[in-house]
């Protein structure tokens, strides 16, 4: 087995992802990433698709400073840039934006337009599966937004698991909150909020794969809508 930098195999990285995610299921979200915060250190990300930026409130409050990663995938909507520009104005993070490695238009060129269309599988593996994987080597944990209430593949969600395709621990910290209990941070700690939620997008993404939900859909029905696809693949 090959030790990382920090001295921790993958081995013992995923014992004591399994462990945690044990001992800290009842666990508030700030204890979850003070406690990933102090185990993992420079070694720790919080990855952010800036919907909200409820989780890089609570890891810079666990972690001052702490890494903030934002996919930019050249299809955001403007709204979704603003939200990343203004975090990184306000809160005490370090912005780091990934990019893919070919721009829309060096895509376009290679695979043909409007790739999204056609093969959406693909160009979320290009535009965000890969870029993810790059950027997070440094990393042994990152920690994401997911929630169990927010669809059927996201209901088992651990608030600290192992991600076997990357070979990380993956923290999950708000994993048992409710729609209610992510509005009621936001009031409480008047945590910035992408603008689209106020225009009838309950889960945002890429411009041309996202619309806004209908009236009793789950938040992520305007994903991909009309397609089976219901995940770009950085979380399954």
């Known amino acids: 087995m090959t030790a990382l930098r920090n001295g921790r195999t993958k081995d013992e990285l995923k014992s004591l992802a399994e462990r945690a995610g044990r001992d800290l299921e009842e666990a508030s979200a700030l204890d979850i990433l003070t ?9 720790f990300c919080v990855t952010s698709s800036m919907e909200d930026a409820v989780v890089a409130h609570l890891a810079s ?6 890494d903030v990663v ?15 520009d203004a975090v990184g104005a306000v809160m005490d993070v370090n912005l780091i934006t990934l990019t893919p490695r070919q721009s829309v238009e060096e895509q376009d060129a290679e695979y043909g337009p409007r790739l999204h269309d056609r093969d959406p599988d693909l160009c979320c593996a290009l535009r965000k599966v890969r870029p993810l994987e790059e950027g997070l080597t440094a990393y042994d944990a990152w920690a994401t937004g997911l ?9 088992a969600t651990p608030v600290v698991g192992w991600d076997e395709k990357r070979q990380k621990v993956k923290v999950s910290p708000i994993a048992r909150w409710t729609q209610a209990d992510v509005d009621a941070y936001v009031a409480e700690h008047g945590v910035l909020t992408n603008p689209l939620l106020m225009d009838g997008y309950a889960s945002v993404g890429c411009a041309p794969c996202t619309r806004r939900v209908l009236e009793g859909e789950d938040a992520r029905a305007g994903r991909w809508a009309g397609r089976a696809k219901t995940e770009c693949g950085l979380h399954g």
Request: charged letters at 30%; zero cysteines; hydrophobic letters at 30%.
């Open 35 to 43: 406690w990933a915060a102090e185990t993992f250190g420079p070694r």
């Open 147 to 155: 929630r169990r209430d927010e669809s059927p593949t996201r209901a």
């Open 70 to 84: 934002f996919l930019d995938t050249g299809y955001h909507f403007p709204e979704t840039v603003g939200t990343r």
């Open 61 to 66: 409050r666990a972690h001052p400073g702490v």
